[in-house]
């Protein structure tokens, strides 16, 4: 519904449009319509004011194939100012599409966008989610597919169903209410549950027929917590990991972080019967699980037995999983090319970005910051300040390079980078928490990550050689997580906690990658139906 291609009068009319607005108009193009309303959800059985969009929550899942254009046109019917943000879609050239708080000014009650995108080089499993505020523990959220053309294969054969799972934990109480307890400098209780497909114990079922292999597209949609995924019985390969395809393991139980996207294909080559598809948290206090069913279609019985219990609760064995997560080098589908070298590891970074988290307290109240300094947003979208050059709005360099000793302040913090370096970033947390970081318009390589402080000789234990380049990494408690990312799409990106208390009260940045170049090659013009707020109100995204 509300998808087509190119084919009537009114599509190609609005094709040239979009032609002209500078998308590419060799690939085929999508449309989407959206309305976002408010509606009674009851996940946990109790009713709840969820966030749906046309009807449904979780929200419809867009299907693209890569370098499709993809045109959503989204019309706001809450009584809040709301934005759709695409975790791992890259916006190549284009962060104006990004939908995050740095590079969009919010869709005001009653008033519509149209986010006009490519999905451009990749292949994979994304999901979206409302970037504004605490909108995300309200639903709002939906997956991504991403398929290769027809006749390009990849490097599994295809599967007989497709099967998205949007997982995290949940809580009962409203999103404002939750941000309010933000806004005054408490912390959000523990959640109260966990979903799957937005549907709480065996609220969900996955028919499958006995035989047959399906590939489950598994996100981390929540809020604060690392989930397992597991099928009772049965195993699962891993084969995908955003937009990466990976080595073909098995595993019986597979960690996911906030923000994150694996694919496993499974097999019913069990007994006829129901099985129990489990999500539990993990590092938790206290542990939370909840279950959806997978039905065999010749069922002759229904889900039984005890629930699998998730693997021991402690780091090594995460850690251990995530180090055997790689690259599989003669699997076909599109592959980071760091500067025209398929040989990521060889590549000299010209320089190290240290990033340590911390949670301060400032001006009385709980904050989290990066590199003790700690996100505000300005009143108007940084991408629009640089633009149109207004002064005042934030400093370039105003996020440091490496951890200070200081207590923690507030900024509207930007890091400055120039277009075609190739960097190193170390996320170092020393604090007692598995934190999950993500990088807008990019995937980046993740080269290692071990307990305690990194320091230059952690070098010696990189993969150069097959790691996954992804968009979201844990780092572990009192431990260390290393990345390489060629600085290759120009513009205004965010690099955030997914723990989306963290991200709300500061621990998130803005890095601005540069070039001088003034070429449409580097960077798409403004859009010219740029929303305009704040001190960007008024100005012309139009030429003279
Ligand atoms: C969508 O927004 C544009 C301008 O922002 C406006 O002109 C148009 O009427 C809106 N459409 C609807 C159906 O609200
Ligand atoms: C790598 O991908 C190829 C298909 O291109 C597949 O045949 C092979 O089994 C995969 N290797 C591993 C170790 O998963």
Not at 131 to 144: D, M, R, T
Not at 270 to 285: A, C, E, I, N
Request: hydrophobic share 35%; aromatic share 12%.
């Amino acid at each position: 519904m509300g998808d087509c291609t190119c084919r009537v009068l009114r599509s190609l009319i609005l094709c040239l449009l979009f032609l002209l607005q500078g998308a590419n108009g060799d690939n085929p193009y999508r449309f989407f319509t959206w309305k976002v309303t408010y509606g009674d959800i009851y996940p946990l059985g109790v009713k709840q004011k969820g966030i749906l969009i046309n009807g449904q929550f979780p929200g419809p899942h867009i299907d693209a194939i890569t370098n499709d254009n993809v045109i959503i046109s989204v019309y706001n019917y809450l009584k809040e100012p709301f934005l759709i943000s695409w975790n791992g879609i890259q916006q190549r050239r284009n962060s104006w599409q990004d939908g995050v708080y740095g590079t969009n000014c919010p869709i005001l009650p009653g008033r519509n966008f149209t986010y006009v995108m490519q999905v451009k080089d990749q292949i994979g499993s994304y999901f979206y989610f409302p970037s504004v505020g605490l909108q995300k523990a309200a639903g709002g959220f939906g997956g991504i597919r991403i398929w290769s053309r027809p006749l390009i294969p990849v490097p599994f054969p295809p599967p007989a169903g497709d099967f998205m799972v949007l997982a995290g934990d949940w809580f009962k109480t409203d999103h404002n209410r939750l941000r309010l307890l933000l806004d005054v400098g408490h912390n959000l209780p523990f959640p109260d549950g966990l979903l799957i497909n937005g549907r709480g114990w065996n609220g969900y079922t996955f028919t499958v027929d006995p035989g047959k292999t399906y590939r489950f597209r598994i996100s981390n949609v929540g809020i604060t917590t690392s989930i397992n995924f597991r099928i009772q019985g049965h195993k699962m390969k891993l084969v995908e990991v955003e937009g990466s395809h990976t080595l073909q393991n098995t595993y019986d139980a597979l960690d996911i972080h906030l923000g994150q996207s694996y694919s496993v294909l499974v097999t019913a080559d069990q007994q006829p019967q129901d099985y129990y598809v489990v999500v539990s948290s993990r590092f938790t206090p206290r542990v939370l699980t909840t279950t959806a069913v997978l039905h065999y279609s010749n069922s002759r019985r229904g889900v039984s037995g005890p629930v699998p219990a998730g693997p021991p609760n402690h780091v090594a064995w995460s850690l251990s999983q995530a180090r055997s997560i790689r690259w599989n080098l003669t699997a076909s589908g599109p592959r980071p090319n760091p500067q025209g070298s398929y040989h990521y590891g060889m590549i000299k970074t010209s320089r190290t970005i240290m990033l340590a988290n911390s949670a301060p307290i400032i001006n009385g109240k709980q904050r989290y910051a990066v590199n003790g300094v700690s996100f505000v947003p300005a009143d108007t979208p940084l991408k629009l300040a640089d633009h149109f050059n207004i002064a005042g709005v934030f400093n370039l360099g105003s996020m440091p390079t490496s951890p200070n000793s200081g207590s923690g302040y507030l900024q509207t913090s930007v890091m400055s980078t120039n277009f075609r370096e190739y960097v190193e970033i170390v996320f170092q947390n020393w604090e007692n928490t598995v934190q999950s970081w993500h990088i807008d318009g990019y995937s980046f390589f993740v080269m290692g990550m071990d307990g305690g402080q990194w320091t230059p000789a952690s070098r010696s234990r990189y993969n150069l050689r097959d790691t996954v380049a992804r968009c979201t990494t844990q780092v572990y408690p009192k431990s260390w997580t290393a990345i390489y990312m060629a600085l290759d799409n120009v513009g205004m990106w965010n690099i955030r906690s997914e723990d989306w208390a963290r991200q709300y009260l500061g621990q998130q940045f803005y890095m601005r990658v540069y070039t001088n170049s003034n070429s449409y090659r580097d960077e798409l013009p403004i859009p010219k139906n740029t929303l305009l707020c704040g001190r960007a109100r008024g100005r012309r995204t139009r030429p003279l």
